[in-house]
């Protein structure tokens, strides 16, 4: 490849650039040697201070779905008490954040809070932030066949989950804030008014 | 072939660019651009040439994941995931010691680090490298290319029956603004060369620029993809 390149760089000095870029090298496989091991891997310092709060009920596992299928809703028992109907506005999330991811976040907690803060019938309507890096919420991965930072409505009826909706196109409507807002209120209205 | 079908390769192309613009990739873009730019001074179309390999290399890298993912070797879940979380931490290293390799800063006689150059096996110029350093930057999965390749362009072709295709054009358009900016500055180059006879000057600078610019995007990626700084 190419071979006239450092030759203006002082010698002392590009000496010691070169360590230092070798240090970086050898620290940075290092980092992520010792954040991969079983003790280490938890890396909630460097999570964003999302509300991470996931609810006990949330946590619980969600219907099965299957890839590519609509979920069919656990349908009540037929003489079951009146059991509380939430919503819950999931956005997923990792430790590594991006710019988009958090205009997805602050666009989605927004129009719960501002579209959906009185809730839609009798549901009530609430956003919560998950991190599907941490131990306990890795499974929502695969419960909701999340492959990204993820916007999901997922209806619970008390501590019963019932059906869900994958937001599958905010990453392609976060250039227009009004348009993404609508977006998450006639998703989770469609969600809801199912039966 | 249907009005549906070139509906969704019009779609898959556009958002192999919407991908591409958004700010997410935009370490690997600059460097891509720089490497693919400082062959400018060698052919008179060779930063066309290295710019397609590119893009074969991305559309590659795109076409091989839905191939193993139609033939049930990977979960898409997981995969995406992971590639997301290891592909800028395994990125970060890689574009640092290659862009140390540029700058000879192992010695004019090194040859261990030859990620980007595979001189044993490169075609003159070092075709390869450009298609390999294609490949190797689609694997590295942002949020945003994870959430449409996954969530838009595979669902896209298995619903038209174009597995191949489809994320063959994706590939395509992730490469599309880097390649047609490279393309521009070396057409805007030759004819300022031309004006002012400093053909030449440009290649001496280009090559330890493109060296140093492989340097801050790896160092980038390991602030934000590494060490969670950024």
Not at chain 2, 64 to 88: D, E, T
Not at chain 2, 115 to 132: H, N, R, T
């Given at each position: 490849m190419q071979k006239n390149s450092s030759e203006n760089t002082a010698p002392g000095a590009g000496k010691a650039l070169k360590y230092i870029l070798i240090a970086f090298v050898a620290v940075s496989v290092g980092v992520v040697i010792y954040k991969n091991q079983p003790c280490c891997s938890g890396d909630k310092a460097q999570a964003a201070p999302v509300e991470a709060a996931v609810a006990t009920e949330a946590a619980q596992p969600v219907v099965k779905a299957e890839a590519k299928t609509p979920v069919k809703a656990v349908k009540p028992a037929a003489k079951a008490p009146v059991e509380a109907k939430i919503a819950v506005v999931y956005y997923f999330y990792t430790n590594t954040r991006c710019s988009s991811c958090k205009t997805i976040e602050a666009y989605t907690r927004e129009a719960v809070a501002t579209k959906l803060a009185a809730g839609y019938k009798d549901w009530k309507v609430e956003f919560k932030g998950v991190n599907v890096e941490d131990k306990e919420n890795e499974h929502f991965v695969q419960d909701y066949w999340l492959n990204s930072k993820s916007v999901v409505v997922q209806k619970f009826a008390g501590k019963k989950p019932l059906k869900w909706a994958k937001l599958d196109k905010v990453w392609q409507l976060l250039g227009d804030k009004f348009v993404f807002m609508n977006y998450v209120y006639d998703e989770t209205k469609k969600l809801l008014d199912e039966k | 072939m249907s009005a549906e079908f070139w509906a969704a390769a019009l779609t898959a192309l556009w958002t192999g660019v919407i991908t591409s613009v958004s700010p997410c990739p935009l370490a690997t873009n600059i460097a891509a651009l720089s490497y693919i730019s400082k062959h400018s001074g060698s052919h008179r179309l060779a930063v066309l040439g290295h710019g397609l390999l590119y893009a074969l290399g991305r559309a590659?890298?795109?076409?091989?994941?839905?191939?193993?993912?139609?033939?049930?070797?990977?979960?898409?879940?997981?995969?995406?995931?992971?590639?997301?979380?290891?592909?800028?931490?395994?990125?970060?290293?890689?574009?640092?010691?290659?862009?140390?390799?540029?700058?000879?800063?192992?010695?004019?006689?090194?040859?261990?680090?030859?990620?980007?150059?595979?001189?044993?096996?490169?075609?003159?110029?070092?075709?390869?490298?450009?298609?390999?350093?294609?490949?190797?930057?689609?694997?590295?999965?942002?949020?945003?290319?994870?959430?449409?390749?996954?969530?838009?362009?595979?669902?896209?072709?298995?619903?038209?029956?174009?597995?191949?295709?489809?994320?063959?054009?994706?590939?395509?358009?992730?490469?599309?603004?880097?390649?047609?900016?490279?393309?521009?500055?070396?057409?805007?180059?030759?004819?300022?060369?031309?004006?002012t006879g400093l053909a030449g000057k440009f290649e001496h600078y280009a090559k330890p620029a493109t060296g140093w610019v492989f340097i801050g995007a790896g160092v980038y990626l390991g602030l934000k993809y590494v060490f969670n700084f950024i």
């Open positions: - | 590659l890298a795109y076409v091989i994941i839905g191939f193993l993912l139609v033939k049930s070797l990977l979960s898409a879940p997981s995969f995406s995931f992971f590639m997301q979380k290891y592909g800028g931490q395994a990125l970060s290293p890689i574009l640092v010691l290659a862009g140390m390799y540029m700058l000879d800063m192992f010695g004019r006689g090194f040859e261990g680090f030859n990620v980007f150059d595979l001189s044993k096996f490169k075609a003159k110029k070092g075709g390869l490298s450009s298609l390999f350093m294609g490949f190797v930057f689609a694997l590295a999965f942002c949020p945003i290319s994870a959430a449409l390749y996954f969530g838009v362009i595979l669902p896209l072709a298995a619903k038209n029956s174009a597995p191949f295709s489809l994320p063959l054009l994706y590939g395509l358009g992730t490469a599309l603004p880097v390649v047609g900016i490279a393309v521009a500055l070396d057409f805007g180059l030759k004819k300022l060369s031309g004006i």
